[in-house]
């Protein structure tokens, strides 16, 4: 399975933004749903939201509704999570994943992981 890159991750204060990417350095995401996942210290990884193929379609959890959008640019191979409104409990380490699946069936994606990358807002 081919692994994703993720980057944009980094400190950030209570109420800030950060804006994550995730790449598949010489594949495609042509035809498949990319989801975003996150592990908090401590905890098991956790479902976040997902983004369609076509973009038509998201899915969000309700932690992050509102917060988080999920967008993606496929001439550039690139998905992305706006992160707005961050708050302390969103630290955590931050994964994508693709699959042909749907926004809702990508949550119980058990495959490969790239290293993630880390995200931590605290004053």
């Known amino acids: 399975q081919v692994q994703l890159v993720e980057s944009g991750g980094g400190l950030v204060q209570p109420g800030g933004s950060l804006r994550l990417s995730c790449t598949a350095p010489g594949r495609s995401f042509s035809g498949y749903t990319t989801g975003w996942f996150r592990q908090a210290p401590g905890k098991e990884r956790e479902f976040v939201s997902a983004?369609?193929?076509?973009?038509?379609?998201?899915y969000y959890v309700d932690a992050v509704k509102g917060r988080f959008f999920s967008s993606r640019d496929n001439a550039k191979n690139t998905v992305y999570l706006q992160m707005n409104s961050l708050k302390p409990e969103d630290t955590a380490v931050y994964y994508c994943?693709?699959?042909?699946?749907?926004?809702?069936?990508?949550?119980?994606?058990?495959?490969?992981w790239g290293q993630g990358t880390q995200v931590i807002v605290s004053s």
């Open positions: 983004i369609s193929w076509s973009g038509g379609h998201t």
């Open positions: 994943a693709k699959d042909r699946g749907t926004v809702l069936t990508i949550a119980t994606y058990d495959g490969a």
